[in-house]
């Protein structure tokens, strides 16, 4: 193998750092390669100062060019593009050839897309890869249909678009240590997460690909963790969100990657209208206006036009959609007028929402969107407000609770869990004796009833964490987050035959058994030891005597044992 075909092999992978580290030992004619490791690792000026050292011609003057248009991309500089797209024309009027018409293709397929212009874009990269083919050089087919399958999914033509990308990878496989696999990977699971497409896999799929860039690799990194926003956006884990973008703030905009910042700002703007109301977000809105008027970024002109006419709350949608025409056709998406703040398009949102009634979604809905890492589309869509509060109103013992800026949907929780969920929200603020009097119905003695109070709390609190921090312990008292409570007109604690009882007849155990459950339903001795956090033998104990006192009826013998309640 020669010098020359190791170099051109170690570029074609994406396996930039090495051909950096072999630079004395690469032949003059190499120093393209070099020259696009540079660019592709975002060291800019070098490359420029190599594009002005070295004497290029033929192809190769036509190739470095079109890297150095690939760096003015990257940036975001629309003059810099428009002088570099020139210059590369150049070129390719002094040698026209298959090779060099490649790249023409391709670097005005690149432009229009970066500016927006998708269908554009597309039709030039189709051109590109057609000649590729007929090349039969994979390394060329391989970014050809990548840019196509950019475009096709940034006009939402996802089923296209994840299809191009598996040709994509198909090309890329052929050529061995290929790193580019890891970047066409990257990009199909963003697009399978922004159709909404199998999230739980795509989550696996991405933690995974977190724990294994580079650390050097900051521009893949940044991006993975954007993905990663957009995921727990999805999910309703708003506060979230935010934290892991203020987090990764820094890294966004020393990079300076043109449109990786726009997308930060919309994901962040999307953020300030759902946790603080649409006046934070305008501010960004306006100044994220002026990058997209500056580099002609269309799209994301179109996206955040889109969030001010949502802001402004036009009262007349026909209007705002005539407003946002000229965007729509530069862009060839359609205009995101019922929920701007969506990321799935907004088929597919009405697809789960579309006879919902604000503020009471089905208890079917809410476990369908909780299955498919969906709920957050609740507050994205309106139906919910993203303040504090706490929807009882489910069937099943469900509970839909927003604290803190993040939603969850809590599907199982035990009948005294419940209770004592609806008891704890009905106040901000508990002495451990009145909620322990008020729950279990005992007089309380701090000596014995201690320690089960505060077991009792932490089982509950384990059941909301990670996702919703409704409560903490506060120098002997239970603190309780402020919320709106959506309930029925139903009694929080115990049932009526249960409140005519009397308690000192009866211990904490067999109180709660007795208040939890329904006339007819069966008692599991194990279940209950579970619940409570004690021994098989002592809840058997309370439940003979139980049966003594006529409440229970004893079913089966010995480990088959079970009750009845009459």
């Known amino acids: 193998m020669t010098m020359t075909s190791f170099a051109r092999e170690l570029f074609h992978s994406g396996r930039y750092q090495e051909i950096l580290k072999s630079e004395g030992s690469l032949p003059p004619r190499d120093d393209k390669y070099r020259l696009a490791a540079l660019v592709f690792m975002g060291r800019e000026i070098e490359a420029q100062h190599l594009l002005e050292s070295a004497r290029w011609s033929g192809e190769d003057c036509v190739e470095v060019h079109f890297y150095i248009l690939l760096s003015s991309l990257r940036i975001g500089d629309y003059t810099s593009m428009k002088r570099d797209l020139l210059k590369l024309y150049n070129a390719y009027q002094k040698c026209s050839s298959a090779a060099t018409r490649f790249y023409l293709y391709q670097g005005l397929g690149l432009i229009r897309y970066y500016k927006g212009e998708f269908a554009k874009g597309h039709g030039h990269s189709r051109r590109s890869f057609r000649i590729a083919l007929k090349r039969q050089d994979n390394y060329l087919c391989m970014i050809a249909n990548d840019l196509m399958a950019h475009s096709s999914c940034m006009l939402e033509h996802y089923a296209r678009g994840l299809q191009l990308f598996s040709d994509s990878l198909r090309f890329a496989n052929k050529m061995a240590s290929n790193n580019n696999i890891q970047v066409l990977e990257l990009a199909q699971l963003t697009y399978k997460i922004e159709a909404g497409q199998e999230l ?46 203020l987090e990764i703030s820094q890294q966004v905009y020393a990079f300076n990657q043109g449109r990786q910042i726009l997308n930060y700002n919309l994901i962040l703007g999307h953020l300030h209208f759902i946790l603080h109301g649409p006046s934070k977000g ?29 802001a402004a709350a036009a009262p007349v949608k026909n209007k705002s959609a005539e407003a946002l025409l ?46 498919k890492g969906l709920l957050g589309l609740l507050i994205m869509s309106g139906l919910y407000h993203a303040e504090d509060f706490i929807d009882l109103r489910l069937a099943e013992r469900a509970v839909l609770l927003a604290c803190a800026g993040n939603l969850d949907l809590f599907l199982e929780l035990s009948s005294g869990q419940y209770e004592l969920l609806r ?15 008020s729950f279990w119905r005992v007089p309380y003695d701090p000596f014995i009833h201690d320690n089960k109070l505060y077991v009792t709390l932490k089982r509950l609190k384990n059941k909301l964490l990670p996702t919703i921090a409704l409560f903490h312990f506060e120098k002997g008292e239970i603190v309780v987050k402020n919320l709106r409570l959506f309930k029925t007109e139903q009694v929080l604690v115990a049932r009526d035959h249960v409140e005519h009882f009397q308690y000192a007849n009866f211990n904490p155990r067999q109180f709660a058994i007795l ?5 007819g339903e069966l008692i599991i001795p ?11 033998n002592t809840v058997t104990r309370d439940l003979k005597d139980l049966v003594k006192r006529g409440k229970l009826i004893k079913i089966g013998q010995g480990r088959g044992t079970h009750y009845r309640v009459l």
């Not at 884990?237 to 934290?243: R, S, T, V």
């Not at 008891?423 to 009097?437: A, G, I, M, N, P």
Request: proline share 3%; with cysteine.
């Open 200 to 245: 739980e896999k795509a989550q696996r799929e991405l933690y995974n690909w977190i724990a294994t860039i580079e650390p050097q690799d900051y521009f893949s990194k940044t991006n993975a963790l954007l993905l990663k926003a957009k995921l727990l956006l999805l999910r309703g884990l708003f506060k979230d969100a935010e934290d892991l973008l």
């Open 282 to 310: 305008l501010g960004l809105i306006r100044t994220s206006l002026q990058l997209c008027h500056k580099v002609q970024d269309y799209y994301y002109l179109h996206r955040f036009k889109e969030l001010e006419y949502f």
């Open 326 to 371: 000229p965007y729509a056709s530069l862009t060839g998406r359609k205009s995101r007028l019922r929920y701007p703040l969506g990321i799935i398009p907004e088929e597919s949102i009405d697809h789960y929402l579309k006879d919902e009634v604000p503020g009471q979604v089905k208890l079917s809905t809410l476990k369908k969107l909780k299955n």
């Open 423 to 437: 008891l704890l929200v009905s106040k901000t603020r508990w002495r451990r004796q009145d909620l322990f009097e």
């Open 515 to 519: 208040r939890d459950q329904r006339v």
């Open 526 to 536: 194990r279940e209950q030891a579970q619940l409570f956090g004690v021994s098989r």
